[in-house]
């Protein structure tokens, strides 16, 4: 039977979504005299039953945007945050769940950290903070009213080794002025995607716990490695964390290569034994790639690039 509602012609609404995006959520947990802090940054999208709404305008089936927004709010207060995580499967259940037009809810955060400035008297801060400078922790939850898929995440993370790498034996052809390096100066900016394996069934992983965690294997894949390329050395972060972490089915690893080039003192009459670098901007290499757990990979493939 035709969809009277859809006006005559070629042209048929595709995949389509809407939200409110960027809510900032500061949520202070007041325990005395220490505080705690969360600071978020939720997006919420919601897709299911829309086509009316583009078709001939009627708002019948959409929940506006501004009360996404405060319902944000609103749970921060009701629910407090006990991670991004938690926080995220408590919004994409309560929009599929409350709203029949709504079929699959995507709520992606980001968590700003921030550490406690110690104070003379008050070994744990109470409730100074300052804003770690460090990397930026990611959450994407998606839940469509029967299967919950969690992908946490990082980016920002600046790390540097100053010697163990080399890179050299690569393809060369009448363009290639790369000198060989058999020492040298490895440095990224880790961006990393993982993908949970829990899918609603059975107890939830410890959020906070499996974030510290995959972030301390990646540091110390990334410092334990001796390097032959920034190839081998993201592979080994990603394995190492598929080794240690059960609960984590895949992890998507995106490395810029932060180029350190020795400087030429030469012309000033001083030597440069690998201890003078330029550090580039750009361009720059682009190293990614997915690291998945033998017999659990995704029945649909995920994009983890967009988180």
Known sequence: MADVSRPAGPALLGQNQYGKAENRVVRITRDGATHHIKDLNVSVTLSGAMDEVHYSGSNASVLPTDTTKNTVYAFAQQH????????GILLAR???TSQEAIGRARIRIEEYAWE???????PDGGHSFVRKGQETRLAQITYDGSAWEVV????DLVVLNSTDSEFWGYAKDEYTTLPEAYDRVLATEVTARWRYGWTGEGKAPDWDVSYEET???LLTAFAGTYSYSLQQTLYAMGAQ???TRDE????RLSLPNKHHFLVDLAPFGLTNDNEVYLAADRPYGLIEATVLRQGREAAIPVDLTNL
């Open 80 to 87: 407090g945050i006990e991670s991004a995580e938690a926080f």
């Open 248 to 251: 984590i089915d895949e992890i």
């Open 116 to 122: 406690r400035i110690a104070l003379p008297g008050a």
């Open 241 to 243: 964390v598929l080794e």
């Open 94 to 96: 309560h929009f599929v």
């Open 152 to 155: 946490s995440g990082l980016a």
């Open 215 to 217: 972030r301390r294997h």
